[in-house]
């Protein structure tokens, strides 16, 4: 014990005290803190290590909050203009400021690159995990196999401190009904990470969610403190490893979709895609979305993560730009019958819609190759060279044409799947109205970037009217937090001044949503009616978004 032989008081903060964090040295307790039972904010403070205790006396009003960690607190509304970190941001004194907020810092790139050191033998080196092969030899193998009906209670984690459980509790109860669209008995977002909670970098990551809504803000030092845990944890993780076996890269994999989802929740415009691009290399270096699921048997967890992966790859404007990570007909091997969909159930962030959101990306890939070929025409044009010009231009034209004759006739035959839903007609009736929505975005993005029809036409200010009428609809409901995109779409396509007006209301009255992009949707938006006041062109709303140096996630 360092801080024994040095004759230093200890603080006691757990797990590591601040002598031993400022040294660098791992800190050894005799034993872990004693548990107390904890209901309120006051239970919280009286067993908080010392420097998470306020040095000044609690505001009595404040203290009629008692839902600090108790999970039979109301449900927020998603619609609720506070966080309940508003009551809550004094009550506890700040923790010392982190040096710095390594998921924010600009050399986040070489942040990652130095703690992956990636074995360079390939997916074929790596020992294949299975039922049948190696059955339950980690502690969650035997959940690999099982799906539970209802959400577990999250089991003690004796690593994090009282404020870091409470921010889990926090996440458990309320974060994962308002930021999904599926329901609770069946959200993968407590089943998956339940499993890996005993990992410190997935319950320090998980802590950092439920810290970031309950205290309001991702700038506060508490979260902060969270998320970069999280990060030192998973460089620990990865350098005590040469080799990853498929169960690693299922951990890492997780670690990086919660890391992306907490970017995505704050509205940040960077550093999420860098964690989208990890976990391409995850899957790359697993074999491929078949291999990775095949290798763990087929599992909810592992096709959750996989979907998860897919609908923010569609859903973002490096897709817009350049088509999807993966082709559709790889995105089509993580549910390839309907056994496998059923099996399932309801995906949390794409419903019963993930066909829409495939073909969506579909349709942005062969935007971002029919872009290709008109950049090469010009380039042609440019150097002289103009005797192929006409036949590669016609050849374009029919690529288009065949492409979208066998995307539109599946496009406008989709429903949800019924296979996938038990629940209520009213249920049923909102997942029904997102995916006509979602047939209607579509539409409305071939008709203007695929055949370049500008906002102004006919065609475009009928499907306009058409796919507001849904927004309006769904405005109010639990579904209202997958309206970025639409009202994206909508609001490049107006063009008069009471609708565009009409429009800028809806994005204002759905920015106190849970997911913080309205706002970047917005100024997206007014800055191609600024470029177009007439609506006589096509403005691209990734081209804007290159601009601004955004990697925007309209999800």
Same mark, same amino acid.
């Given at each position: 014990?360092?801080?024994?032989?040095?004759?230093?008081?200890?603080?006691?903060?757990?797990?590591?005290?601040?002598?031993?964090?400022?040294?660098?040295?791992?800190?050894?307790?005799?034993?872990?803190?004693?548990?107390?039972?904890?209901?309120?904010?006051?239970?919280?403070?009286?067993?908080?290590?010392?420097?998470?205790?306020?040095?000044?006396?609690?505001?009595?009003?404040?203290?009629?909050?008692?839902?600090?960690?108790?999970?039979?607190?109301?449900?927020?509304?998603?619609?609720?203009?506070?966080?309940?970190?508003?009551?809550?941001?004094?009550?506890?004194?700040?923790?010392?400021?982190?040096?710095?907020?390594?998921?924010?810092?600009?050399?986040?790139?070489?942040?990652?690159?130095?703690?992956?050191?990636?074995?360079?033998?390939?997916?074929?080196?790596?020992?294949?995990?299975?039922?049948?092969?190696?059955?339950?030899?980690?502690?969650?193998?035997?959940?690999?196999?099982?799906?539970?009906?209802?959400?577990?209670?999250?089991?003690?984690?004796?690593?994090?401190?009282?404020?870091?459980?409470?921010?889990?509790?926090?996440?458990?109860?309320?974060?994962?009904?308002?930021?999904?669209?599926?329901?609770?008995?069946?959200?993968?977002?407590?089943?998956?990470?339940?499993?890996?909670?005993?990992?410190?970098?997935?319950?320090?990551?998980?802590?950092?969610?439920?810290?970031? =809504?309950?205290?309001?803000?991702? %700038? *506060? !030092?508490? +979260? $902060?403190?969270?998320?970069?845990?999280? &990060?030192?944890?998973?460089?620990?993780?990865?350098?005590?490893?040469?080799?990853?076996?498929?169960?690693?890269?299922?951990?890492?994999?997780?670690?990086?979709?919660?890391?992306?989802?907490?970017?995505?929740?704050?509205?940040?415009?960077?550093?999420?895609?860098?964690?989208?691009?990890?976990?391409?290399?995850?899957?790359?270096?697993?074999?491929?979305?078949?291999?990775?699921?095949?290798?763990?048997?087929?599992?909810?967890?592992?096709?959750?993560?996989?979907?998860?992966?897919?609908?923010?790859?569609?859903?973002?404007?490096?897709?817009?730009?350049?088509?999807?990570?993966?082709?559709?007909?790889? =995105?089509?091997?993580?549910?390839? %019958? *309907? !056994?496998? +969909? $059923?099996?399932?159930?309801?995906?949390? &962030?794409?419903?019963?819609?993930?066909?829409?959101?495939?073909?969506?990306?579909?349709?942005?890939?062969?935007?971002?190759?029919?872009?290709?070929?008109?950049?090469?025409?010009?380039?042609?044009?440019?150097?002289?060279?103009?005797?192929?010009?006409?036949?590669?231009?016609?050849?374009?034209?029919?690529?288009?044409?065949?492409?979208?004759?066998?995307?539109?006739?599946?496009?406008?035959?989709?429903?949800?799947?019924?296979?996938?839903?038990?629940?209520?007609?009213?249920?049923?009736?909102?997942?029904?109205?997102?995916?006509?929505?979602?047939?209607?975005?579509?539409?409305?993005?071939?008709?203007? =970037?695929?055949?370049?029809?500008?906002?102004?036409?006919?065609?475009?200010?009928?499907?306009?009217?058409?796919?507001?009428?849904?927004?309006?609809?769904?405005?109010?409901?639990?579904?209202?937090?997958?309206?970025?995109?639409?009202?994206?779409?909508?609001?490049?396509?107006?063009?008069?001044?009471?609708?565009?007006?009409?429009?800028?209301?809806?994005?204002?009255?759905?920015?106190?949503?849970?997911?913080?992009?309205?706002?970047?949707?917005?100024?997206?938006?007014?800055?191609?009616?600024?470029?177009?006041?007439?609506?006589?062109?096509?403005?691209?709303?990734?081209?804007?978004?290159?601009?601004?140096?955004?990697?925007?996630?309209?999800?």
């Amino acid at each position: 014990m360092l801080i024994l032989t040095a004759r230093k008081k200890c603080d006691e903060t757990y797990p590591v005290c601040s002598s031993c964090r400022a040294r660098n040295e791992q800190c050894c307790w005799r034993s872990a803190p004693s548990e107390k039972t904890i209901h309120s904010v006051d239970d919280a403070l009286a067993v908080a290590p010392v420097g998470l205790r306020p040095s000044y006396s609690l505001d009595p009003d404040a203290s009629k909050y008692n839902g600090f960690v108790d999970s039979s607190v109301t449900v927020v509304s998603r619609t609720h203009t506070s966080f309940p970190g508003d009551i809550l941001r004094n009550r506890i004194s700040p923790r010392p400021a982190e040096p710095q907020d390594l998921l924010n810092d600009p050399s986040i790139n070489d942040f990652f690159d130095s703690y992956y050191p990636w074995p360079q033998n390939g997916p074929e080196n790596k020992p294949l995990r299975g039922r049948d092969q190696m059955p339950y030899e980690y502690p969650m193998d035997e959940f690999l196999w099982s799906t539970p009906s209802v959400p577990p209670p999250l089991s003690p984690v004796p690593f994090l401190d009282p404020l870091g459980r409470s921010f889990i509790n926090y996440f458990q109860s309320k974060v994962v009904n308002m930021v999904t669209v599926g329901m609770e008995k069946n959200n993968y977002l407590i089943h998956t990470y339940y499993k890996l909670m005993q990992q410190p970098a997935i319950a320090y990551a998980l802590a950092a969610w439920g810290g970031y =809504y309950l205290r309001g803000s991702a %700038d *506060d !030092d508490h +979260v $902060k403190f969270h998320l970069n845990q999280s &990060l030192r944890c998973i460089k620990t993780f990865v350098s005590s490893r040469h080799t990853f076996d498929q169960h690693d890269n299922l951990l890492l994999l997780s670690f990086y979709m919660i890391l992306l989802a907490i970017r995505v929740c704050t509205g940040d415009v960077h550093n999420w895609k860098v964690m989208h691009n990890k976990a391409r290399e995850v899957i790359v270096n697993a074999g491929g979305i078949e291999r990775f699921c095949n290798d763990l048997n087929r599992s909810n967890d592992i096709k959750f993560l996989l979907s998860s992966f897919q609908y923010h790859d569609v859903m973002s404007s490096s897709c817009s730009k350049h088509g999807t990570v993966f082709s559709l007909d790889e =995105y089509q091997k993580i549910f390839p %019958d *309907d !056994d496998d +969909v $059923k099996l399932f159930g309801v995906d949390p &962030l794409q419903g019963c819609n993930q066909q829409v959101y495939l073909l969506l990306g579909e349709l942005m890939s062969i935007k971002a190759q029919v872009y290709s070929t008109l950049h090469y025409l010009d380039v042609l044009i440019s150097e002289g060279a103009r005797d192929n010009y006409h036949s590669l231009k016609m050849a374009n034209m029919r690529f288009i044409e065949d492409k979208l004759s066998s995307i539109e006739p599946t496009l406008l035959s989709l429903r949800p799947n019924k296979i996938q839903l038990d629940m209520t007609e009213s249920e049923y009736e909102l997942h029904e109205m997102v995916c006509q929505l979602y047939i209607l975005v579509c539409r409305l993005y071939s008709c203007t =970037y695929i055949k370049q029809i500008p906002p102004k036409s006919y065609e475009i200010q009928r499907l306009l009217v058409e796919t507001t009428r849904y927004v309006d609809e769904l405005i109010d409901t639990k579904m209202n937090i997958i309206l970025c995109f639409p009202l994206l779409m909508c609001g490049i396509s107006s063009v008069g001044k009471f609708d565009r007006e009409m429009m800028e209301m809806r994005f204002i009255r759905l920015a106190p949503t849970p997911i913080a992009n309205m706002n970047k949707a917005l100024a997206i938006t007014k800055e191609a009616w600024k470029r177009n006041p007439n609506g006589d062109f096509v403005i691209d709303w990734a081209d804007i978004c290159q601009e601004f140096n955004w990697e925007f996630s309209p999800c």
